[in-house]
């Protein structure tokens, strides 16, 4: 648990450099055209590094601006720009290249292209995991409840107002065990534990967690083993 601990605070903790949140423009529009991803966990403090790459799967060459942020929403420095070749790829360490920033909680890309892919890879010795780069979505499954170790559940609202973020926890059978409702700011992100959730509710014979939300937002989970050496994660499904 120390290091579970650990992993929710450097999740959470922020340096905040500016004060304009982060505004995703419609919300829905970005979830149907897919021309902006989300990177949505970015870690790169006390010993942590963050892999993060780009494909273009599309025959025409792609332009596009990397934006960085913290748990606030406060975006870090300025945007960065990126060219792709047709059925090219980009790839970079986050603290090697941007540690002049501070804590990046997570990143976006943005271009005029619809359906480019990516992913970020966050290790620290011997434990890693990879989250594939993620549009918005208005509602999503986190697909497993680790009950022999700990499962963290995230959230990253980048639309310009806040989310009702109504989230569901259900066992093998379909039966809803918990429900809770969270409010997420504009450009923020959360992240805790399920369990604190879920709190004081318990969600002991609950499997998996649907989270339905009035708007698009970003979600993913993390899973770890109770001795600390395992690490997983996906994307909201």
């Known amino acids: 648990m120390k290091y579970l601990n650990y992993l929710v605070i450097f999740v959470v903790t922020g340096l905040v450099f500016t004060t304009s949140p982060v505004s995703a423009g419609d ?10 991803i989300c990177f949505s966990h970015i870690a790169i403090v006390d010993g942590w590094e963050t892999e993060v790459a780009v ?21 870090l420095g300025g945007t960065v720009p990126q060219t792709l070749n047709p059925f090219g790829r980009y790839q970079v360490e986050v603290g090697a290249s941007f540690a002049q920033l501070g804590d990046v909680q997570y990143m976006l890309f ?25 549009t918005p979505q208005t509602s999503g499954l986190f697909t497993k409840l680790d009950h022999e170790g700990w499962t963290g559940i995230a959230f990253v609202n ?9 989230l569901t926890a259900y066992s093998d059978a379909g039966e809803a065990k918990a429900i809770e409702v969270m409010s997420v700011k504009a450009g923020e992100k959360v992240v805790d ?7 004081p509710q318990s969600i002991s014979g609950a499997s998996y967690v649907r ?6 937002v970003v979600g993913f989970f993390l899973n770890g083993s109770g001795d600390n050496s395992k690490l997983d994660g996906s994307k909201a499904l």
């Open 27 to 36: 919300a829905f529009s970005d979830l149907f055209s897919q021309t902006k």
């Open 55 to 75: 494909l273009n799967p599309t025959a025409k060459t792609v332009t596009g601006n990397f934006t960085f942020y913290d748990k606030s929403g406060n975006q």
């Open 110 to 134: 943005t271009s005029e292209t619809y359906g480019l892919k990516g992913y970020s890879k966050f290790y620290k010795g011997g434990v890693r995991a990879s989250i594939m780069a993620s």
């Open 158 to 166: 980048t639309s310009s107002v806040a989310a009702m973020i109504t």
């Open 193 to 199: 534990v399920a369990k604190n959730i879920f709190a």
């Open 211 to 216: 989270f339905t939300s009035d708007q698009a």
